[in-house]
């Protein structure tokens, strides 16, 4: 029975691969953990199947001679396929669980407590959640989300996205920090203690842009850098200093006073929080995302953009 693919020795073939990617064969036994004599054997032996040539020898490393960059980019085509293929068997989970990553803020502040009602609603479909605040992407091996929460331009994703809100952004402190700072305006903002979130996950907005977008210059008072917005926000419950707000995500802060509005002056978002629901996403997933938006997004955006 003849073979279904005329392929030489697909060990061979892994070989080259590794030679031509780095174009060296000490690399590509280092990358495979076998010796660069082992190595060379194996092109001699493909070189050999195929009646020429794949590398030009030379005396600091090799080149692909014109035959070796066919063969290569074929091959980068095929393991392409190949490992988008095992990564669809690897990561497929089980038909009734979703999983969906958040930076903590959001997962504290606004996931989380939606998801009582969601399992009221749907008790056989289990989410899990995936915290990711560096902004690092996963690595191949880990479990990737079927849906992502971010804080940005949804135009820009290759998925499909949703809206979830597009919000106002106030100054937010306590009462005790309004009192004893004597906050009554804008430009009382200026010299008192400001808190500043910087984090790789989400572009939050600044205090400067803040300040800028209601036609008021730059704060001079001092600053204080935290990378977690959970705990910008305790440390403004703590009366370290002003801090930003979004009004959706923090209607409970606001609910209970443990901050409040220092002035009523506020700047719409130049960005929505949105829902991105990947390639891989299930059929739950997409009932999970329909559920997230038809709960929390109104009929129309009330803060549209521009």
Excluded at 16 to 25: I, P
Aim: contains cysteine; negative net charge.
């Amino acid at each position: 029975m003849p073979k279904p693919y005329d392929l030489p020795s697909l060990g061979d073939l892994a070989c080259f691969e590794c030679a031509a990617r780095n174009l060296s064969f000490k690399l590509a036994a280092t990358e495979l953990n076998v010796t660069p004599a082992a190595v060379s054997h194996r092109i001699k032996a493909l070189e050999q199947d195929l009646g020429q040539a794949l590398f030009t020898r030379q005396y600091r490393g090799v080149e692909l001679t014109e035959a070796g960059a066919l063969l290569f980019v074929s091959l980068q085509r095929g393991f392409e396929a190949i490992s988008d293929g095992v990564s669809r068997i690897r990561y497929r989970h089980d038909e009734t669980g979703v999983t969906i990553a958040a930076t903590t803020a959001m997962s504290g502040l606004w996931l989380t407590p939606r998801l009582a009602a969601f399992w009221r609603a749907h008790p056989g479909i289990a989410i899990s959640q995936m915290v990711q605040d560096s902004g690092t992407p996963l690595s191949p091996g880990a479990v990737q989300p079927d849906l992502s929460i971010h804080y940005g331009r949804p135009e820009r994703e290759n998925d499909e996205t949703r809206l979830l809100f597009h919000d106002r952004i106030l100054a937010l402190g306590t009462r005790r920090f309004a009192t004893t700072h004597g906050i009554r305006g804008v430009s009382d903002l200026l010299q008192v203690p400001l808190i500043h979130t910087l984090s790789g996950a989400n572009a939050w907005t600044d205090w400067r842009e803040w300040f800028e977008t209601l036609g008021w210059p730059a704060p001079q008072g001092p600053g204080f850098a935290l990378n977690n917005y959970l705990i910008s926000l305790q440390a403004a419950e703590d009366d370290v200093g002003a801090v930003l707000g979004w009004e959706g995500l923090l209607g409970s802060h606001l609910a209970s006073g443990r901050l409040v509005q220092l002035v009523p002056e506020t700047m719409i978002s130049p960005c929505p929080f949105y829902l991105r629901i990947h390639a891989h996403a299930s059929a739950n997933a997409r009932l999970f995302a329909d559920w997230l938006v038809e709960q929390d997004s109104p009929a129309e955006d009330p803060y549209p953009a521009g």
